[in-house]
């Protein structure tokens, strides 16, 4: 519908003008991002995350949606948050579609304050995050919404500015894919991913998530 939309506009206006009012004769994007967050996307990346559970502390660079053609290493079912760390920028990749069953994702929020260690820019492993234990979280709770890819792509969107301060709990297996990290969501094990919004302050905001066959 959006890429309908554009080849409306285009033809309307004749021709979009580059540099020098010359037109610019490329075909419009298939797929432009609904939140316009994207465009200081990175197409290179860090290396040093470690094979590990973690939180990476960074500063948001972009905001990329599924399917995003644009920005570098396309994911059809994921959000990439792009954060930079340490002068170089790393991929938080969020499942917003379960790989099975019931195709919605479970996502709630919450405030509350950031366990130690304070907001720090860098990888930090050896830290633990359990929703039940740490956050009082569980998945009775009737804060969680039922939210399809489209729903929680945009909620994440809007709630994140770039140029931020994030923290993002995540696995990574390092090596090769030293570059990003995943399981955004409960997992378990004091494995639980999540994204902390103004993790600095003395209450941050959190953004949770599970899938429907998860109990905890």
Same mark, same amino acid.
């Not at 609904?34 to 996307?41: L, T």
């Given at each position: ?47 040093? &995350? ?28 994921? &959000? ?66 039922? &939210? ?13 500015? &770039? ?54």
């Amino acid at each position: 519908m959006r890429a309908s939309l554009l080849f409306v506009i285009v033809a309307a206006c004749g021709s979009s003008a580059g540099s020098g009012g010359a037109p610019d004769a490329s075909p419009p994007d298939a797929n432009p991002p609904d939140a316009g967050k994207d465009e200081a996307c990175a197409s290179t990346f860090g290396q040093a &995350l470690t094979n590990a559970f973690g939180r990476l502390d960074g500063t948001v660079v972009a905001v990329v949606q599924p399917g995003d053609q644009r920005c570098a290493q396309i994911n059809s079912d994921h &959000l990439v948050l792009q954060l930079s760390m340490n002068g170089d920028v790393y991929r938080m990749v969020v499942n917003v579609l379960p790989d099975s069953g019931d195709p919605m994702i479970r996502m709630r929020t919450l405030d509350a304050p950031m366990p130690a260690p304070a907001f720090a820019e860098g990888w930090h492993t050896g830290v633990l995050l359990d929703y039940p234990t740490s956050l009082a979280v569980h998945s009775t709770d009737a804060e969680w919404q039922p &939210l399809s890819i489209d729903q929680a792509t945009a909620m994440i969107s809007d709630a994140i500015a &770039l140029g931020s301060p994030v923290a993002v709990y995540a696995t990574s297996t390092g090596g090769t894919k030293a570059d990003s990290a995943h399981l955004v969501h409960r997992e378990g094990g004091n494995h639980d991913g999540a994204i902390v919004i103004d993790p600095g302050a003395a209450t941050s905001h959190w953004l949770l998530f599970h899938f429907s066959d998860q109990t905890f």
